[in-house]
């Protein structure tokens, strides 16, 4: 072969097909089982090493008539060598840009209380990394100049968003009232938009009357059937909570309608390892409480990750939904107007459509230079703690290398800039498989284990190549089977 390196390629296999993943194009190439499993070795061996290495499970000739179909992929600009030269993280310019001028979303942890005890809270880990439940509130001081601080660098942003956060924010609903009337005031031209994240217990009238009137977007944890719900989501007192939540989001949904004509919650539900997936799915595609148009983010219990595994009451029933729907999408039996399948398919097959939506590259081009594709710290999201300190986002460790500031003194540009580049140039990078389908960018997959000797990035790296392996497997059963089974996504934006 004339070239000298081997093709840049991930070779996997369902239980019909061999195909290949072609790094440089993102396209999938179904392939014979030789050239699946020796690929890796064109352009890197002569035909005859490749043969005395495999004992001669495959002719010489054999060999040779996959290194020229290889060849006749090369000439249509597939299966090439190309390797990434450079990792290169987003331009210093582009930072500043975003930084003075193109903030979107203010998050203000108005309050380290909490009300509620559930039992995979991160806040009751003790682990040092994230704040224990506390009793603190921000102040008026804090708070307002960390709105004065946004304000001041949102000008040409097309986004400009407010929103409040915990523990659970309606405990110091005050500073919100406050700090709602003060952008009002202060701000008239700005218009933006307020959200809510909360457990919903404190939904009482007045808080109802505060959200609605100023169009919030609520997100309330809710993690499916009554005694789903109730195993994990108590009062530091041990009460149960589902009856009064699902009451007072009944009551903040009717409300909503009968002022603005319209309403949207997201429902966070986390499942603990015992929770069965199916079930969670089943109960909010028929639940009454919720508004005609919602949306549900499932997350597993980050406490037992390692605990999810075969035999795991969470795992098998995850990976019996997800055969049912892969089922329902290989039959065609796909209605985007019922709710039981978007809810459904919006909590398993994300990832699924966001792939076969992705956009295909151009080979001759090369991708000799990446440039990771990450929200700027600060720019996208910035966090603010109720002491004032500046975090990218309210999912990131509270370390002293994630904070990048505070409302007194600002963003230091020269800190998230270090942190970008920690973070994003890893090495490792160049060689892998996923380097143009990573979403390994976002700072929050880091989980900091102060007694592993491995960089947090490399175990997020080795766990989304997992993923992404049984995701292409997944997606390539599907079309064997129904080559048309994602074609209802083309319509489906994908956030």
């Keep these: 072969m004339a070239n000298c390196a081997a093709p840049f390629v991930f070779p996997f296999q369902t239980e019909n097909q061999h195909y290949l993943f072609d790094v440089n194009t993102r396209r999938i190439l179904r392939v014979d089982k030789i050239m699946h499993d020796l690929v890796q070795e064109f352009g890197t061996l002569s035909p005859e090493a490749i043969f005395a290495r495999h004992d001669g499970e495959y002719s010489l000739s054999q060999i040779e008539s996959a290194i020229v179909a290889v060849n006749e992929f090369q000439a249509k600009g597939l299966l090439l060598p190309n390797r990434v030269q450079e990792i290169a993280t987003v331009d210093a310019q582009d930072v500043v840009e975003e930084l003075t001028s193109k903030r979107q979303q203010l998050i203000l942890e108005v309050t380290t209380a909490c009300n509620f005890r559930c039992t995979y809270c991160v806040y009751d880990s003790h682990d040092g990394t994230f704040r224990g439940h506390g009793r603190e509130e921000m102040p008026w001081s804090v708070a307002r100049a960390a709105i004065d601080d946004f304000m001041a660098y949102n000008s040409r942003s097309e986004m400009c968003a407010i929103s409040f956060y915990g523990g659970e924010p309606l405990l110091n609903m005050p500073l919100i009232h406050r700090c709602v009337e003060y952008v009002g005031d202060a701000y008239p031209q700005s218009k933006p938009s307020f959200s809510l994240t909360t457990n919903g217990f404190l939904l009482t009238d007045e808080a109802i009357d505060l959200l609605v009137s100023n169009h919030f977007n609520v997100s309330i944890s809710i993690d499916g059937p009554e005694a789903v719900h109730d195993a994990c989501r108590r009062t530091k007192d041990g009460q149960k909570t589902w009856q009064v939540v699902t009451e007072n989001l009944r009551r903040f949904v009717q409300i909503s309608k009968e002022r603005n004509g319209d309403c949207y919650v997201i429902v966070n539900a986390v499942g603990g390892l015992e929770a069965d997936l199916g079930q969670v799915i089943d109960y909010f595609s028929r639940t009454d409480y919720l508004p005609e148009e919602f949306s549900l983010i499932f997350a597993s219990d980050r406490a037992y990750a390692s605990a999810i595994k075969p035999g795991c009451r969470l795992y098998d029933s995850a990976r019996e939904a997800s055969m049912n729907l892969d ?39 090369g991708i000799s230079r990446i440039v990771h594709s990450a929200c700027i710290p600060g720019g996208r999201r910035l966090m603010v703690t109720v002491d004032g300190k500046y975090l990218p986002c309210e999912r990131v460790e509270r370390l002293e290398s994630t904070t990048i500031g505070s409302c007194k003194e600002g963003v230091a540009y020269e800190k998230v800039q270090e942190l970008m580049q920690n973070w994003l140039s890893f090495e490792g990078c160049k060689t892998c498989w996923c380097v143009t389908t990573c979403n390994v960018g976002c700072f929050a997959t880091v989980a900091v284990d102060a007694s592993s000797d491995r960089p947090p990035k490399q175990d997020a790296c080795d766990n989304h190549r997992r993923q992404r392996h049984s995701l292409l497997v997944r997606y390539c059963r599907i079309l064997e089977k129904n080559p048309g089974a994602l074609d209802y996504a083309r319509g489906i934006q994908i956030t």
């Design 327 to 365: 089922e329902q999408l290989i039959r065609g039996d796909v209605e985007t107007d019922n709710c039981a399948f978007r809810v459904a398919s919006s909590v398993l097959c994300k990832e699924l459509v966001k792939f076969h939506k992705r956009h295909l590259l151009i080979s001759s081009e």
